[in-house]
């Protein structure tokens, strides 16, 4: 028998076409699959597309079944750790993006004064993408990389 682990958290980033964006599919999420959702950011397009960045909790067993109920309700899933990226080389660790990141994604190591990029606390609000003076954290808008 596959262990179930209790807690398990993860942040998606769902794409909503126009017929499937005023349906409750993200509240089906607790009701059908008993997972609970914090919702991170939200938007509608002027052409009720929408795009939504959740953070989902539950048994892990639950999570992948509502995935799998999203993906037939034509949602496109996107790993968050597939939105936001940090350029390794062109980071100057000057920490301006941490006082911009609201899920302390983007962290000081007291240490060495690093900068530590946790993509499994990052929401992709793109804060660190605008603030960032060398350019070094971007977004990633290629629709290739569905899950």
């Known amino acids: 028998m596959k262990e179930i682990i209790k807690g398990f958290r993860k942040i998606v980033y769902l794409s909503f076409p126009p017929e499937v964006s005023g349906r409750p599919v993200v509240c089906n999420l607790l009701r059908n699959y008993d997972l609970s959702f914090n919702i991170l950011k939200a938007d509608i397009s002027p052409r009720h597309e929408g795009t939504m960045t959740l953070e989902l909790s539950g048994l892990e067993e639950e999570f992948h079944r509502g995935i799998g109920y999203l993906?037939?309700?034509?949602?496109?899933?996107?790993?968050?750790?597939?939105?936001?990226?940090?350029?390794?080389?062109?980071?100057?660790?000057?920490?301006?993006?941490?006082?911009?990141?609201?899920?302390?994604?983007?962290t000081l190591e007291k240490s060495d004064k690093t900068i530590i990029f946790d993509v499994d606390k990052c929401s992709a609000c793109g804060m660190c993408t605008r603030i960032c003076p060398v350019k070094a954290m971007t977004l990633d808008l290629d629709e290739n990389n569905r899950q």
């Open 71 to 106: 993906k037939e309700n034509g949602v496109r899933i996107t790993p968050v750790a597939h939105k936001i990226f940090r350029n390794e080389e062109s980071c100057i660790h000057c920490g301006v993006c941490t006082a911009m990141c609201p899920t302390d994604a983007l």
